[in-house]
């Protein structure tokens, strides 16, 4: 597929120079499809055009991220690969060397303190105190925190506009009614989802392609 792609027309069509970093490419990409989106067009004949100008688009976008995963880099680009030289050790790379010299033995002293605080453990472990426990400030929070529910990370009907922005971030354009992120779009009602459409050049991280009625 990349051998038949014309990489020098998609970087024309994004206006990216071939030596762009992946990130600039990757930018560039989403604000062409948000752009030339068939919702955008007026008309039928101006909606089939731009949908086959996004479908020549994304082919020419997926050779380039395929090629991108096979060789490191962008079509056109240099590989960001730099070899790092090896450096041979000294004689006066010697006086830094750690100490191969065997340890010696721990003296008696360490001995009968190791010996000592075995037998205050042992001895915590067969005599345990009967002082009840009081629970600290820190074991609330605690306890609190394991019960407190998880926020879900998956669109889903009646989810606020605050949970919406934590699951797919900000998005391009911003109505009261309505979000779109790119090709994709999420509608409210009274501040909580309502409808969706996962468009596949910019999905959503919802279940289906549309919310099940």
């Known amino acids: 597929m990349a051998d038949e792609t014309d990489f020098l027309e998609l ?22 499809v948000a752009h030339w989106h068939p919702d955008r067009r007026r008309g039928e004949r101006a909606q089939v055009l731009a949908a086959e100008r996004l479908q020549r688009l994304t082919a020419q976008y997926d050779a380039a991220m395929a090629f991108h995963r096979r060789h490191g880099r962008l079509p056109g680009g240099v590989a960001e690969w730099r070899a790092t030289p090896r450096r041979v050790a000294t004689q006066e790379d010697a006086a830094f060397l750690p ?28 005599f345990p105190s009967t002082t009840p426990e009081v629970a600290t400030p820190d074991d609330v929070v605690t306890v609190a ?36 992120y790119g090709a994709s779009w999420i509608a409210f009602d009274r501040g909580s989802v309502s409808d969706w459409y996962s468009s596949p050049w910019n999905p959503l991280h919802a279940p289906t392609t549309r919310m099940p009625r």
Request: contains cysteine; positive net charge; glycine residues 6%.
């Open 99 to 126: 100490d191969k010299r065997p340890v010696r033995k721990a003296s008696s002293k360490l001995l009968v303190v190791s010996i000592l605080l075995g037998i205050v453990v042992l001895g915590a472990a067969l």
């Open 11 to 32: 970087y024309g069509m994004l206006r990216l120079r071939p030596d762009c970093s992946l990130d600039e490419f990757r930018l560039a990409y989403r604000r062409y």
């Open 145 to 180: 925190r394991a019960n407190t529910p998880v926020a879900t990370d998956e669109l889903h009907a009646g989810m606020s506009m605050d949970e919406v922005r934590h699951v797919e971030g900000e998005p391009t354009r911003r109505g009261e009614l309505r979000w779109e």
